[in-house]
């Protein structure tokens, strides 16, 4: 039972010019406050497994492409934001390792958010994309490479962020 959390980020991943540089980039998220527009009686914060959809990146080329996987927590603070692929899920290794460590299945963690997330931008479910659902949740596709062996960053900064949902 991870979190959802849908941001419009602090500026567009897209930089001037349509340039997709960033996505060349591993994305860390600055824990330095909220976001804007939280409301007073929700209690916000990010853990490592939470996902987060960047509504600006569904752009229709896949069902996940606006989708990231809050990764574990650096030295330095900041969370590890993880790309889970384009067209279908593609399990980070550090998410499938910090899932295995937790005591629900990955379909008990996953599968209500994941749902969530598709329903909101697509108008579906992870049945309709998915063949054999069983298989989904039992033999998880890890996908690769992912932005940690990247060597440039981009920091997010939390509070920069506006919250939708």
Known sequence: MVKLHVLDLHESPVTEGGDYERFRMSWYLKEDGV?????????????????IAVPELFTGAGEMEGLRAVGPRQEDG?????????EYMEWPQEILDWAQAQEPTLRELYEAALNQVLDETAGCSLEDIVDELDEFWDQPVEGGPHTAELEEEWEIPLSGCKWKA
């Open 78 to 86: 900041r969370f590890l934001l993880l790309s889970v692929g384009i």
């Open 35 to 51: 976001p804007q527009n939280v409301p007073n009686d929700n209690q916000f914060t990010i853990s490592t497994g939470d996902l």
